[in-house]
């Protein structure tokens, strides 16, 4: 799906879906293919902080909304939006998160499907049940 600015050459964030390999389900694809980009910005592992006390909400949803609207701000600051993300990498506490995390995802995301990397694994504080990192072209 090409993404087109103003005045500058088409970009186009493809999906890489090899017939050789099992079908991507779940709002991801295999790979990105990345054609005509002059900007990349690498966004730093989110996490669901509230506000600069440092609050956290308790519910996974909502901190998973928090993170992507932080991901998103970073976004927005160097003028990309969620169309513009390649890969994204998400960080989860535990595995019971999986189907919350994907639907969330798929909410933030709509039809754009980067490449995507799920982990499983301790966060760095105990507050935060995942942390979202990602990598985005113009």
């Known amino acids: ?3 087109t600015q103003a005045g500058t050459v088409p970009i186009v964030i493809q999906p890489l879906n090899p017939t050789a390999l099992p079908e991507a389900t779940g709002n991801y694809t295999h790979g990105t ?12 592992g989110q996490v669901p902080w ?11 949803a909502e901190q998973c909304r928090l ?33 919350a995390n994907s639907l969330i995802r798929a909410e933030v995301l709509g039809d754009h499907t980067p490449a995507l990397t799920i982990i ?3 966060i ?5 049940l995942l942390e979202i990192e990602a990598v985005a072209v113009a």
Not at 33 to 44: D, I, P, Q, Y
Not at 50 to 60: N, R, S
Not at 124 to 128: G, L
């Open 33 to 44: 293919l990345v054609e005509g980009a002059s900007r990349m910005v690498f966004v730093s």
């Open 124 to 128: 760095y504080s105990e507050d935060w």
């Open 67 to 99: 993170t992507w609207r932080n991901v998103l701000a970073v976004l927005a600051e160097a003028g990309m939006g969620a169309e513009n993300l390649a890969k994204v990498t998400t960080y989860l506490a535990s595995r019971s998160h999986r189907a």
């Open 120 to 122: 499983i694994c301790d």
């Open 50 to 60: 509230a506000d600069a006390d440092g609050q956290v909400p308790a519910d996974f």
């Open 1 to 3: 799906m090409p993404i």
